[in-house]
T-cell receptor, first 114, second 117 residues
């Protein structure tokens, strides 16, 4: 089954404790991206990757890091989480580009930073 | 600046009635336009897209959307609503020009659709 898998789905952590949210897709997609969803703000792009070893900042990259060492994986790293990073996070992938194709989304990761 | 507006936070419709969820956009050049749906505790799912061609686009679950270039709108419609259509709907636009246009789509803030039996 074609899917985007995120882990963990739910996480409560404390300020400053490094964490990683993993994302994996099994569709051989070139494009992957991370979004955060906050009430009233829709989805905002954090980082994206057009292919292996090619990553770039989205609209709200502060406090986040990513890497794309393999085509299928695109982890999101919070080096020192803060309460304003409490949010619902989505990983998405697309065959080639974001602006023309269908984005496939993971189920989401709800993060709470105390 | 490129943007998408969904003017209604919530739309309430009786089952069996037609529904419309509104979306307007502001983007340079000819846009690519999308609708996504989010059911509770799930990720977003693609409904339909407009790239070029016929202004009326048909998508999943009986939904359709009409591209209106003069009004810069892309409203989502369905002739007869179902209770199972209750969800959060996002309009999105894909830029076709400018730096890193291939790398993103811009989402609206979402409209919660509630269908009462």
């Amino acid at each position: 089954e074609a899917q985007v898998t995120q882990n963990p789905r739910y996480l409560i952590t404390v300020t400053g404790k490094k964490l990683t949210v993993t994302c994996s897709q099994n569709m051989n997609h070139e494009y992957m991206s991370w979004y955060r969803q906050d009430p009233g703000l829709g989805l905002r792009q954090i980082y994206y990757s057009m292919n292996v070893e090619v990553t770039d900042k989205g609209d709200v990259p502060e406090g986040y890091k990513v890497s794309r060492k393999e085509k299928r994986n695109f982890p999101l790293i919070l080096e020192s989480p803060s309460p304003n990073q409490t949010s619902l996070y989505f990983c998405a992938s697309s065959f080639r580009t974001a602006n023309t194709g269908e984005l496939f989304f993971g189920e989401g990761s709800r993060l709470t930073v105390l | 600046a490129q943007s998408v507006a969904q003017p209604e936070d919530q739309v309430n419709v009786a089952e069996g009635n037609p529904l419309t969820v509104k979306c307007t956009y502001s983007v340079s050049g000819n846009p690519y336009l999308f609708w996504y749906v989010q059911y509770p505790n799930r990720g977003l799912q693609f409904l339909l897209k407009y790239i070029t061609g016929d202004n009326l686009v048909k998508g999943s679950y009986g939904f359709e959307a009409e591209f209106n270039k003069s009004q810069t709108s892309f409203h989502l419609k369905k002739p007869s609503a179902l209770v199972s259509d209750s969800a959060l709907y996002f309009c999105a636009v894909g830029p076709t020009s400018g730096y890193s246009s291939a790398s993103k789509i811009i989402f609206g803030s979402g409209t919660r659709l509630s269908i009462r039996p």
